[in-house]
């Protein structure tokens, strides 16, 4: 890509199309009377994933997107743990069978603050809830800072099967400037502890288009991470959107990187990743050639959801704790997004349902062609709309692609429409071709690069 192609759209506020429709175009209203419905008609053959929000940290990270709050006691955690175990026992019996799971994960926030032995009590609780068998994977996001051995061993007890560690950046300049300082030795700690204790695989987050952070910084980081080696790196482009999440104003918009320097960044430390053997995965993973992941991307098995890529083909996927969103046949649900609302409706009628989403029109055709230009860099737009009983000539004459096919975005080839390899950073673009929803109302995006 030019320059002028790269400057032309990568400051353009796009969904990551981690969802679609997207999270911001979620309604209030959903009820638990209609939630219940949703999971009663869910069959009981099929696996389910689930995902555990647990929205606490010991400090703020300033460029966080998250939902989460700072604490440094533990009884706000341990009352919040009550309303996710009430929770769970109210979905296992809106749901009617022990549906089997597939994939467990928890997020947060820093889910490990909870300790061992409410760890391993949610961890009871789920199995008495649903059905976990040995091809099940357990998967928890860490902080290096605050993991404390006994932990570790409690989340191996558990059957932990993958850590992503929050890394960010090796770069004091860039840590002071985001409000986390964490160093080389305690992310090696932590690896080597969970690797010792039977958590054999472990991921790396980092974030590029952070204050003060350069090309070199990014090849800095990337190659101490290297010396540790992760299975997998999910590499994110920092999302300033200070509007939204007021302590980004304590991030100098000065110091930020443009559009032309965060795709610099964002393509040396791909060139790095690939060069130590690691295979490029959709938008922002990096995966061992052996993995999982890099063989599902090789094989056309790819999926997106709100973890970003990953080999979960479930199609259900049910939310737990304040914020969680969950995705079902019929549609979206989301809890209420605060903590004390999430725990009151909890308390009130063992849902936190306050969102939703439901399927409507075009919406699953639609959804389907972005996860594949998300996964693939290629959709069969003759085969999706076959599948949806839709008209791909009338769904094209609807989308904006006449001037991404000028500017080398995308090609179409019949009713194949491609990203060419040049143009897979800003594959956003091409997917936010089909997005319907986009423009309308209020929501805030990162940028496309």
């Not at 026992?89 to 009617?96: F, L, S, T």
């Amino acid at each position: 890509m030019t320059p002028e192609i790269v400057a032309r759209y990568a400051d353009r506020p796009l969904p990551r199309y981690t969802s679609y429709p997207t999270a911001p175009h979620f309604t209030p209203g959903m009820t638990p009377a209609r939630y219940a419905h949703w999971l009663g008609e869910l069959p009981e053959d099929q696996p389910v994933s689930l995902y555990l929000h647990v929205p606490f940290c010991r400090s703020m990270c300033w460029y966080c997107g998250c939902h989460t709050t700072i604490t440094a006691r533990e009884a706000p955690i341990m009352r919040y743990l009550q309303s996710l175990h009430a929770e769970i026992d109210w979905v296992r019996r809106a749901a009617g069978n022990r549906l089997g799971a597939r994939h467990i994960h928890f997020g947060g926030g820093t889910p490990s603050l909870m300790g061992p032995e409410p760890f391993l009590a949610l961890m009871r609780d789920l199995s008495d809830a649903f059905r976990l068998d040995a091809e099940s994977e357990v998967a928890i996001e860490l902080d290096p800072r605050t993991l404390e051995p006994a932990m570790i061993a409690a989340l191996a007890e558990g059957g932990v099967t993958r850590a992503s560690l929050g890394v960010q950046s090796f770069d004091p300049a860039v840590q002071r400037a985001i409000n986390r300082i964490q160093s080389f030795e305690q992310t090696a700690a932590a690896t080597m502890g969970l690797r010792t204790a039977g958590v054999a695989r472990v991921n790396f987050d980092l974030i590029y288009g952070l204050p003060q952070q350069s090309v070199q910084s990014c090849l800095d980081t990337v190659a101490q991470a290297l010396t540790l080696l992760p299975d997998r790196f999910a590499v994110f482009g920092y999302a300033h959107v200070p509007g939204f999440k007021i302590h980004q104003r304590k991030i100098d918009e000065a110091s930020l990187p443009d559009g032309g320097e965060r795709h610099a960044q964002a393509e040396a430390i791909a060139e790095m990743l690939e060069a130590a053997g690691y295979v490029r995965i959709g938008l922002d993973h990096y995966a061992r050639a052996d993995d999982e992941l890099a063989r599902a991307f090789a094989e056309g098995r790819l999926h997106r959801n709100f973890q970003g890529y990953t080999t979960d083909a479930c199609e259900t996927l049910i939310g737990f704790g304040a914020s969680s969103i969950g995705r079902l046949p019929q549609g979206y649900v989301q809890n209420a997004v605060l903590i004390g609302e999430y725990q009151k409706r909890v308390a009130a009628e063992g849902s936190a349902a306050a969102k939703a989403c439901a399927y409507q029109g075009e919406d699953r055709l639609r959804a389907a062609i972005i996860e594949r230009l998300m996964c693939d860099y290629r959709a069969d737009l003759g085969q999706l709309c076959a599948r949806y009983g839709e008209d791909s000539a009338r769904l094209l004459d609807g989308t904006r692609l006449g001037q991404l096919m000028d500017d080398g975005l995308a090609r179409l080839r019949g009713e194949v429409i491609e990203v060419p390899e040049e143009a897979r950073p800003l594959v956003r673009v091409v997917a936010a071709a089909f997005d319907q929803y986009l423009g309308q109302g209020p929501a805030r995006h990162s940028r496309a690069i």
